[in-house]
């Protein structure tokens, strides 16, 4: 039997962009997406789109992509069916503007996967590059009563349980769980694979399922913020580097290292 | 809930030692509790906490429970978030506070999701608000790049706390304090996850998230096998070596050398990167150092913004010249 596996993945503002690029509206207390650089899938979920995909190359899986937003990049939000996903449900609502709290994306997302009859399988990433959370899983994980094992490197599927090799401070761990369950992995899992053209094709071909939240079964009540963000700036750095010169490269070595111990720092 | 009140914290004694991140806890806590003028309790939680009660109230705690079952004994996620649960509910605190170590990233969101309020994530500071007596946390985010300052709106208010950001307050085995004896009921079976094997893959000497001085590298080494000139250096400072995610995606050094967001925080007297460019998600685990050294070739790297010294040049000539001036220094 397939394996039926849930992804949840987020488009996020590219983290990688330059750090001039990074701007705030400190009245509106946002980011400003920057204008030229396009959004992208979640780094660390497109590791768990790599996850399910390496259980559907060994056994058969399929694989359903779920995403909450107000505005998407579909040719973003498409990257995992190019890299061989199945299905992509996108919940897409300006009524997620304003979340400013985990919760909120919880409600939503289970409620999508309860419509959807419930998954074998949730892979997520362990957080969201952009507000950096790491929530969303394990309130999922919480909300449906299933098994959680977080910061997975490796996650396979035997019988009816998932075993996960999952970072430890000092090494790694092997647990596992009956299914259902839910699993967050992080980028030790590995480089994901690359959309291949055909994959890109079939991509194309397919057509996202779109919700709103008037078509998701959830309790207003639990819809209400947890969360008032009374601000957001950006952190003053106020650290003067005095730059160690030298005849050469080698010099301001021996510079910086008498330095030091004249600061005693060694 | 009503008439909830008191600051609760959350903490662990591996080996019967109150762990160091429940002391930076209560250091938090007991401003808070100062500024409230509220309670500040500690609930201690395993097999066997031994004299743990006890240091936590020489260290800040009003009270202090000693959650205990036997199935308590080894960290569970599942069993120790339900010993949470129970001690939340019959203490009825205003504010909970958590430690963002290993057990609490996974522990603090879902004991919120439990108790169905919110939770401010990774903080790196916390305070009472002056009119309201809310919980005002700061929080990171974009990887360090902003901090937004959150407030919860649900009651207990939740606060999980980025380790190595408070100090611990100095013992005092003059304090006062109750000591609440608190075994706890716990179902076995509320164990969804199993640990089937343990694998350790600690580098040898010091560790990371100890040492006094750390040297790390970036991808700018270009390999694996500098790493062992870095390894060098380290041994000849009696420090350790870290690395940036980039040399840890690269496999040049296993995973548990990250420093960083989704690697270790480190708080050194002295860090010394070599060809890191100063990324928001590397600082984010390191800005706490105490003095950061920036060795890198190119003038505009973002790392000389946080540095308080700076070699702009190549490691390959740099660092030779680095340990041969060190040995001459620590040898005589
Ligand atoms: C300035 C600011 C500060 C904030 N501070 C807090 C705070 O302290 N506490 C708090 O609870 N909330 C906070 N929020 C809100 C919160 O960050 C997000 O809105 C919330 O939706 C999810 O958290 P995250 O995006 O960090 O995801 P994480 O919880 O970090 O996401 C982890 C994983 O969950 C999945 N996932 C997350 N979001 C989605 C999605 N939309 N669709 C599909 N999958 C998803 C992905 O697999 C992802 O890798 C803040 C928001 C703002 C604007
Ligand atoms: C959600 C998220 C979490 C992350 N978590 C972490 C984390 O925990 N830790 C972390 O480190 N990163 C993390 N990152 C990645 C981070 O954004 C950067 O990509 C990463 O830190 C870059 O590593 P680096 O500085 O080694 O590489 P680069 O940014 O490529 O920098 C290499 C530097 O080496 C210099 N260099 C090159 N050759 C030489 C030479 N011969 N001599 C001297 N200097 C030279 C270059 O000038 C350059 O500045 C995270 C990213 C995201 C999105």
Known sequence: MPVNICVLAKQVVDPEMPAAAFRIDPDARQVVPPANIPPVVNGFDENAVEAALQIKDEQGANITVISSGTTFALDVMKKPLSMGADELVLLQDDAFANSVDSFFTVQLLTAAINKLGGFDLIICGRQASDWDNAQVPLGVAETLGMACITLGKKVDVQDSKVVVERLAPDGFEVVEADLPALVTVSNELGQPRYPTLRGIMAATRKRPTVWTTSDLDV??????????????????????????????????????ALRLREDRLI | MADATGILVFGDAPDGQLASTAQELLAAGRALADALNQELSIAVIGADVADAPQQAIAHGADKAYAVTNPALADYHPDLFLSAMQTVAT???????????????????????????VGLAQDCLEVSADAETGRLLANRPVYGGSAIAVVSCTHTPQIAALRPKTYEPLDADASRSGQVVAFPVDIDAAAAKTRVV????????????????????????????????????????????????????????????????????????????????????????????????????????????????????????????????????LTQS
């Open chain 1, 219 to 256: 309790d207003d009540a639990q819809l209400e913020p947890r969360l008032t963000l009374h601000d957001l700036f950006v952190p003053e750095r106020d650290q003067d580097c005095e730059i160690i010169e030298g005849d050469d490269d080698a010099d301001a070595a021996r510079q910086l």
């Open chain 2, 90 to 116: 019959e203490a009825n605190p205003g504010i909970i506070l958590i430690a963002r170590n290993n057990e609490g990233r996974e522990l603090a969101p879902r004991l919120a999701f439990r108790l169905g």
């Open chain 2, 197 to 328: 094997d343990v694998v350790k893959e600690e580098a040898e000497g010091i560790k990371l998230e100890d040492a006094r001085i750390v040297v790390s590298g970036g991808r700018g080494l270009g390999g694996p096998e500098p790493f062992s000139q870095l390894e060098e250096l380290a041994g000849l400072l009696g420090g350790a070596v870290g690395a940036s995610r980039a040399a840890v995606d690269s496999g040049w050094v296993p995973a548990n050398y990250q420093v960083g967001l989704t690697g270790k925080t480190i708080t050194p007297d002295l860090y010394i990167t070599v060809a890191i460019s100063g990324a928001s998600q590397h600082m984010a685990g390191c800005s706490g150092s105490k003095a950061i050294v920036a060795i890198n070739k190119d003038a505009d790297a973002n790392i000389f913004k946080e540095a308080r010294y700076g070699v702009v040049g190549d490691w390959e000539k740099v660092i030779p010249a680095l340990m041969e001036t060190v040995r001459e």
